[in-house]
């Protein structure tokens, strides 16, 4: 089935290390884009890439960053910069012919 | 994007149609309506989008009124698996970076 898969879906960190969250879409969609939704909050954005070796910061970018080696992934990593990386992170990507977002099914960060 | 507002919460009886509203008064002309639903602890699920005419599919329908500042989505006969939080955004097209998510509507369908 064609989709956006995200791992792990849930993930300990201890204070001080750098996380990988792994994104990959199989829709073959320029762009991907980075969330983070605290509890009871709506999205915002943390980077975003419309094409491969590109991306831009969004609202929230300190603290994170990203790659866009291939078109099909786009991985985060939250690094120790972050000051409060708990939380619930979403990898969506969009086609350049409809401006629909989908997303994945979200990864659960949480640091010890 | 425009800002857009939606109630906090509504309750519905199972098997009724649920009628969730949003007012988006400073949508602009090129600016579509979208509707996403996240139920908790998973990603947001597409539902509709449309731009002045009105839209289905197999999960709802889309009404947006004439002057385009506002909106209505009804999910015609709803189940206890409706329950969730229902976003109403306004977007413009291809070219926008972002979606952006206000706090949406809890819709809880009742038994």
């Known amino acids: 089935d064609g989709g956006i898969t995200q791992s792990p879906k849930y993930l300990f960190r201890k204070e001080g290390q750098n996380v990988t969250l792994s994104c990959e879409q199989n829709?073959?969609?320029?762009?991907m884009y980075w969330y983070r939704q605290d509890p009871g909050q709506g999205l915002r954005l943390i980077y975003y890439?419309?094409?491969?070796?590109?991306?831009q910061k969004g609202d929230i970018a300190e603290g994170y960053s990203v790659s866009r080696e291939k078109k099909e992934s786009f991985p985060l990593t939250v690094t120790s910069a972050q000051k409060n990386p708990t939380a619930f992170y979403l990898c969506?990507?969009?086609?350049?012919?409809?401006?629909?977002?989908?997303f994945g099914e979200g990864s659960w960060l949480t640091v010890v | 994007d425009a800002k857009t507002t939606q109630p906090t919460s509504m309750d519905c009886a199972e098997g009724r149609a649920a009628n969730l509203p949003c007012n988006h008064s400073?949508?602009?002309?090129?600016?579509?309506v979208y509707w996403y639903r996240q139920i908790h602890s998973q990603g947001p699920q597409y539902i509709i989008h449309?731009?002045?005419n009105n839209e289905t599919n197999e999960m709802a329908s889309l009404i947006i009124t004439e002057d385009r500042k506002s909106s209505t989505l009804i999910l015609p006969h709803a189940t206890l698996r409706d329950t969730a939080v229902y976003y109403c955004?306004?977007?413009?097209?291809?070219?926008?970076?972002?979606?952006?998510f206000g706090s949406g509507t809890q819709l809880t369908v009742l038994p």
């Open positions: 969506a990507s969009s086609g350049s012919a409809g401006n629909t977002i989908y």
């Open positions: 829709l073959n969609h320029d762009a």
């Open positions: 890439s419309q094409i491969v070796n590109d991306f």
């Open positions: 400073t949508i602009s002309g090129n600016e579509y």
């Open positions: 449309g731009l002045k």
């Open positions: 955004i306004v977007r413009v097209g291809p070219s926008a970076r972002q979606l952006t």
